[in-house]
T-cell receptor, first 119, second 110 residues
Framework: GAGVSQTPSNKVTEKGKYVELRCDPI?????LYWYRQSLGQGPEFLIY????????DSGLPNDRFFAVRPEGSVSTLKIQRTERGDSAVYLC?????????????????FGPGTRLTVL | KNEVEQSPQNLTAQEGEFITINCSYS?????LHWLQQHPGGGIVSLFM???GKKKHGRLIATINIQEKHSSLHITASHPRDSAVYIC????????????FGTGTRLTIIP
């Protein structure tokens, strides 16, 4: 079946502009994650959705960053007033919901990422 | 603080050599991923493990829960194995998110 897809694959924008990055998770995956990977670094957590709601948004760096998942499937990461420091690869991953009372971990599947460059 | 450390940061080897990449973490985990990332490409999960050892082709991943340490081995390395290898863990008390190491850049020379 289809994997996680992300659009666009590349986005170049100017400082101060608004951008939207889209993630289509694997069908049936209720959990969706956004991560950000700066050059030469490992990815860092941004936000995690369980269904339509953000279960943990503690990784969002500031209030310029916002993400939605209105129907519990596709998610959009929105960045306002972009800054050069926002340049990074934005990764999306999805998984089945945590299992059982102990919330056993389900494997996350990653999309190809969106490379954002802010000039 | 929940941390993940990888070593080495960079590794260059000749084709055919046996490769080992190490990952250590600070507190208990429920799962550990080994991920592969090619230049300009997305991330592919090679293994997910919580105990013991897994093997897929020329790749072997091991984990020692008591020592909080995992290794990724590549046998008979090939230039197409050149990539960044990333260790990521789900800490027991860190909700569902993954915490990543900084990656190991592997270059295999023909």
């Amino acid at each position: 079946g289809a994997g996680v897809s992300q659009t666009p694959s590349n986005k170049v924008t100017e400082k101060g502009k608004y951008v939207e990055l889209r993630c289509d998770p694997i069908s049936g995956h209720t959990a969706l994650y956004w991560y950000r990977q700066s050059l030469g670094q490992g990815p860092e957590f941004l936000i995690y959705f369980q269904g339509t709601g953000a279960a943990d948004d503690s990784g969002l760096p500031n209030d310029r960053f916002f993400a939605v998942r209105p129907e519990g499937s596709v998610s959009t990461l929105k960045i306002q007033r972009t800054e050069r420091g926002d340049s990074a690869v934005y990764l999306c991953a999805s998984s089945l919901s945590p299992r059982g009372a102990l919330r056993s971990y389900n494997e996350q599947f990653f999309g190809p990422g969106t490379r954002l460059t802010v000039l | 603080k929940n941390e993940v450390e990888q070593s080495p940061q960079n590794l260059t080897a000749q084709e055919g050599e046996f490769i080992t990449i190490n990952c250590s973490y600070s507190v208990g985990i429920s799962a550990l991923h080994w991920l592969q990332q090619h230049p300009g490409g997305g991330i592919v999960s090679l293994f997910m493990l919580s105990s013991g050892k897994k093997k897929h082709g020329r790749l072997i991943a091991t984990i020692n829960i008591q020592e909080k340490h995992s290794s990724l081995h590549i046998t008979a390395s090939h230039p197409r194995d050149s990539a960044v290898y990333i260790c990521a863990v789900r800490f027991n008390f860190g909700n569902e998110k993954l915490t990543f190491g900084t990656g190991t850049r592997l270059t295999i020379i023909p």
